[in-house]
């Protein structure tokens, strides 16, 4: 299985705060993902990647930005966070071989 | 948009009984994958169907993809205890480029087993 890790597991932030969720893998996959998930609403794409700075948005990038400039490590910031996005979130690496994601454990967020 | 309806959202059963979960859409997706979730932790792959009127067994569950790519059903026979969880299914879309890898998340199954 790819190793995929996420960080921190947990986090409690003010709102206006800055955010950084950290993403790492060690399998060199191409493409990484970053999902939140919400009561409801099952799994939305915020912004995904299929590169070295290679990055696009998804259908809730609103208030979302990411960053990749390493294979291993896709990083999503919350530039101002906000009791909207208190959610969990969770990244994804595509494993060709299955055409299925690899999911994280998720990051717990929320924004007081 | 591509949509995928998730139905029912809850089930609550007892140990031995069958259920079926449905995912049904109005797009045609290229493959649909069902993932099992367990509080805590993120979703695992149980399959991938990528092929119209495709059937996949997995022990006691069985998994189809519909004729037109558009729908798909998990049938789960004489189900445990250990079977409860939150199952979702999550379809791919019928385009490539930058599209590839971008899933369509159903809202999930919330599978609840009584011993």
């Known amino acids: 299985d790819a190793g995929i890790t996420q960080s921190p597991r947990h986090k409690v932030t003010e709102t206006g705060t800055p955010v950084t969720l950290r993403c790492h893998q060690t399998?060199?996959?191409?493409?990484m993902y970053w999902y939140r998930q919400d009561p409801g609403h099952g799994l939305r794409l915020i912004h995904y990647?299929?590169?070295?700075?290679?990055?696009d948005k998804g259908e809730v990038s609103d208030g979302y930005s990411v960053s990749r400039s390493k294979t291993e490590d896709f990083l999503l910031t919350l530039e101002s966070a906000t009791s909207s996005q208190t959610s969990v979130y969770f990244c994804?690496?595509?494993?060709?071989?299955?055409?299925?994601?690899?999911f994280g454990s998720g990051t717990r967020l929320t924004v007081v | 948009t591509q949509l995928l309806e998730q139905s029912p959202q809850f089930l609550s059963i007892q140990e031995g009984e069958n259920l079926t979960v449905y995912c049904n859409s109005s797009?045609?997706?290229?493959?649909l994958q069902w993932y099992r979730q367990e509080p805590g932790e993120g979703p695992v792959l149980l399959v991938t169907?990528?092929?119209?009127?495709e059937v996949k067994k997995l022990k006691r569950l069985t998994f189809q993809f519909g004729d037109a790519r558009k729908d798909s059903s998990l049938h789960i026979t004489a189900a445990q205890t250990g079977d409860t969880g939150l199952y979702l299914c999550?379809?791919?879309?019928?385009?490539?480029?930058?599209?590839?890898?971008?899933?369509?998340f159903g809202q999930g199954t919330i599978l609840t087993v009584h011993p």
């Open positions: 994804a690496i595509l494993s060709t071989g299955s055409y299925g994601y690899t």
């Open positions: 399998e060199n996959h191409r493409y």
């Open positions: 990647s299929y590169g070295v700075k290679d990055t």
């Open positions: 797009s045609v997706f290229s493959s």
């Open positions: 169907v990528v092929t119209g009127g």
């Open positions: 999550a379809g791919a879309p019928d385009a490539g480029g930058t599209s590839y890898g971008k899933l369509t």
